[in-house]
Nanobody
Framework: QVQFVESGGGLVQPGESPRLSCAAS????????VGWYRQHPEKPRVLVAA????????YMSDSVKDRFTISRDNAKNTIYLQMNSLVPEDTAVYFC???????????WGQGTQVTVSS
């Protein structure tokens, strides 16, 4: 059973820079490209950033490429999303999952809510 548990979200003010974490309970973790997704209310879920098993960033959304950084710690089976200089448009539920289509064969986790507001 695959499991991703996201944490680190909450209510933040514009300009703040939290870091999200995702603990992955999957076999052969270091072999998988994984990503962070986000879903704004009434909008479809979209990919924000992806990182290969060896730690190479393979995708960054144009809307966040100058502000966000994705990283991973294979020894801890954990993926991180450092979010700098948040703006209200970053408000969304953030999810961690596989980058490949295998993500659509399993249920998504509950994600972590990030609300950017003053």
């Amino acid at each position: 059973q695959v499991q991703f548990v996201e944490s680190g979200g909450g209510l933040v003010q514009p300009g703040e820079s939290p870091r999200l974490s995702c603990a992955a309970s999957i076999s052969n973790f270091r072999e998988w490209t994984v990503g962070w997704y986000r879903q704004h209310p009434e909008k479809p879920r979209v990919l924000v950033a992806a990182i290969t098993g060896s730690g190479v960033t393979s995708y960054m959304s144009d809307s966040v490429k100058d502000r966000f950084t994705i990283s991973r710690d294979n020894a801890k089976n954990t993926i991180y999303l450092q979010m700098n200089s948040l703006v209200p448009e970053d408000t969304a539920v953030y999810f961690c999952n596989f980058w490949s289509t295998v993500r659509d064969k399993l249920p998504w986790g509950q994600g972590t809510q990030v609300t950017v507001s003053s």
